[in-house]
């Protein structure tokens, strides 16, 4: 396995993100994404096989698969699993900050991958954005007030999980800040009594010089 590629996606923490890019057989592509506490992320991806003869990125086969695996911010495996050439994954975030997802290929037929490229596409859902809710409307026989009352609790909850992890974001860097400032405080005091002690060495050394030649 080749060093890791990490992207760090720029996205709204409640939004969704459609994009693609290319991987080879020994390519691993990750990417950060923050995401408060207690959030739903799906995730979609499809892929294409690069054909040399027609020259285009062509459905891949059977027999190629993608393993995803996700950790959160404490480093701790989320989710780790292998999936084929098209897909859908999920999990929900139980500590906030920035969860790193990683997609590597696996084929069972490197004789057809070998020296080639692939086309991942890949959408992910976060927060409200991942509720499917014609599904959810049609299962629980919903009014299409009834939906979108529901949708606005959905979104309310999710800015509020925002908030939830905004405040934890500024408390982390006060609390680095604090931490360094006191570290500068200290290093201040330490420089400031080395400075003192050697003013008294240099003036006990002199002392003792002149001394030394009856100048005193």
């Known amino acids: 396995m080749g060093r890791p590629a990490l992207l760090l996606l720029v996205m709204c923490a409640a939004g969704s993100q459609g994009l ?26 499809r892929t294409q096989m690069w ?20 950790k959160d911010p404490d480093r701790k495996v989320v989710l780790s699993r292998q999936y084929g050439s098209e897909g859908r994954f999920t999990f929900t975030s139980h500590t906030p900050g920035e969860h790193q997802i990683c997609l590597h290929s696996i084929s069972t037929r490197m004789a057809l991958f ?23 409307a049609a299962k629980d026989k919903l009014t299409e007030l009834q939906l979108r009352a529901r949708q606005l609790l ?20 006060r609390l680095t800040s604090e931490s360094t400032n006191q570290r ?18 240099q003036m006990r050394h002199l002392k003792s010089f002149f001394e030394a030649k009856k100048l005193v």
């Open 20 to 45: 693609y890019f290319h991987i080879a057989e020994t390519e691993k592509r990750c990417f950060i994404e923050e995401i408060p506490n207690e959030t739903m992320v799906i995730g979609n991806y």
């Open 51 to 70: 054909d040399k003869q027609k020259e285009v990125f062509l459905p891949s086969t059977p027999g190629l698969g993608m393993h995803v695996e996700v």
């Open 114 to 136: 070998a020296g080639g490229k692939l086309r991942v596409h890949l959408d992910i859902q976060v927060g409200e954005h991942a509720n499917n809710y014609p599904e959810t």
């Open 154 to 173: 959905d979104q309310v909850e999710q800015i509020q999980k925002e908030q939830d992890y905004h405040r934890y974001h500024e408390e982390r860097f």
């Open 184 to 201: 500068v405080l200290w290093w201040s005091i330490a420089q400031t009594v080395i400075l003192i002690l050697t003013g008294i060495w």
